[in-house]
């Protein structure tokens, strides 16, 4: 059964669907009851067709009618209404490979399969500053999908320019969810593979001397809390939930109409899969992760986790870079106290648009700067990831090289800090994780599917 959320828009019916945002899967925000998860599978159109019908099958189960299908229009932009559908697939055991399909007027008009989240060994990817329509990008997306990985993880910068409705159906959707796997047009992978965002400074479209999302300018903006779902377990402060936006009051009723609660607090966020907890924030300029609601809420995410074997961050702006352009902006340093006081093991970012690999790491975060005195680092420089796998500190990870364009290597000559043991900055590529209980194999590939870096972490 369809259900159509409220809302101040006209409906207008269709005979037939057309996709503008063909179906994906997200995590969503559901509890797990007794062993059984139920996702998001998602859709957009530019009207709506009450003949839907959606079916989930699992195993040795027959096909099963999911009931729970709702559709919203989210916005009209350029003229063209765009109507969201959702629905929810419940009642799914982990570890099991599930197909889903939609049904209209009695004809499949899409078909895929999925797995559903591991309780145990897990692949998966990190890659940032990738939204950008090159070709880097889609031979990325190409050799992904070779890998067949569990989830995606993205420190930011998702789409360019600004973060839009519109560059989301440029230049992210028709890459990592095109029918048939090319290098020249990417890969079928957000229909069958979990993505999860970080917020990055292009996703805010952020502007003006005041550096805030100004609704006047582009009507469009933060398709961040639009298209994504993810889990509604992070935290804002109160008194001021519109920081970093700013708009008429009606502009800013219809992002809380169409986001479903999403904005603002999905902008913070953490879940598990496998044997790891990973932590996501936003690390842009507008959030001060000084201020003790927000550092409390990071101490009490990882304290939760301290039963997980394997702690993840995830954030845009790095607090550790060798990187000319950005390396000022690492504010996120503040938080590396509490990072070390829960046993973080990587720290996942973007911004810069290249790969870099801190030795590990333990900072002071108390010591105040100055001309005359460098921060406080400890580096452990007997671990070299092949034989001595046991670090002693943080290992924080920039890998910006998702399909933006790259740094010229040039520029870095000689810029390289102290923290880092590893600069590449000429090639596109991602980073590969396999997780187990007791270790952590880690590779950089680029776009020719070749291994430019890896190192192994075990306890």
């Not at 008429?248 to 899969?273: C, E, G, H």
Request: glycine share 6%; net charge neutral; aromatic share 14%.
């Amino acid at each position: 059964m369809l259900v159509l959320c409220s809302s101040s828009f006209q409906v207008k019916a269709l005979a037939s669907l057309q996709f503008l945002v063909k179906p994906y899967l997200q995590l969503g925000n559901h509890a797990d009851i007794l062993a059984l998860e139920s996702y998001d599978l998602i859709f957009v159109s530019d009207a709506i067709n009450p003949k839907l019908k959606i079916y989930l099958k699992q195993a040795n189960i027959n096909w099963q009618e999911q009931k729970k299908i709702s559709v919203k229009q989210i916005g009209n932009f350029a003229k063209t209404e765009f109507y969201e559908y959702r629905c929810k697939l419940g009642n799914i055991k982990p570890n099991l490979e599930f197909n889903y399909k939609i049904v209209e007027n009695e004809t499949v008009i899409f078909q895929a399969q999925a797995k559903s989240r591991s309780t145990g060994n897990t692949k998966f990817a990190v890659f940032g500053d990738l939204g950008y329509g090159s070709p880097g990008q889609k031979e990325l997306a190409y050799n992904l999908f070779k890998r067949n990985v569990d989830f995606v993880l993205m420190p930011g910068d998702i789409v360019y320019r600004r973060g839009l409705v519109s560059e989301y159906l440029e230049k992210f959707f028709p890459i990592y969810n095109c029918d048939n796997p090319s290098k020249l047009k990417g890969a079928p992978l957000l229909r069958s593979t979990m993505f999860f965002p970080a917020l990055g400074n292009h996703d805010m479209a952020l502007t003006g001397a005041d550096y805030k999302t100004d609704l006047s300018i582009h009507k469009d903006a933060l398709g961040y809390f639009y298209f994504f779902d993810e889990p509604l377990n992070g935290v804002i402060l109160k008194q001021n939930p519109w920081l970093s936006v700013a708009g008429s009051n009606k502009m800013k009723k219809q992002i809380l109409n169409s986001t479903f609660d999403r904005f603002p607090v999905m902008a913070n966020y953490s879940f598990d899969w496998g044997y790891a907890h990973i932590l996501v924030l936003d690390a842009n300029p507008y959030q001060n992760w000084n201020d003790p609601v927000l550092r409390q809420f990071v101490e009490a995410d990882l304290l939760k986790a301290k039963a997980c074997k394997w702690k993840f961050v995830c954030y845009h702006q790095p607090a550790f870079s060798s990187d000319p352009f950005h390396h000022q902006e690492n504010h996120m340093r503040s938080l590396s106290d509490i990072f070390q006081k829960y046993g973080v093991n990587l720290v996942f970012t973007g911004h810069a648009h290249c790969y870099q690999r801190s030795y590990p790491l333990t900072f002071n975060a108390n010591i105040v700067e100055n001309v005359n005195k460098q921060p406080d680092f400890i580096l452990d420089k007997t671990y070299d990831g092949k034989k001595q796998t046991k670090p002693n500190g943080i290992i924080y990870l920039v890998t910006g090289c998702g399909g933006a364009p790259l740094y010229n290597p040039k520029v870095f000559k000689d810029k390289q800090e102290e923290f880092t043991d590893v600069y590449l900055g000429n090639e596109y590529s991602f980073t590969f994780v396999e997780e187990t209980d007791t270790s952590l194999k880690i590779k950089q590939v680029n776009a020719s599917d070749q291994t430019i870096d890896e190192f192994i972490i075990t306890k």
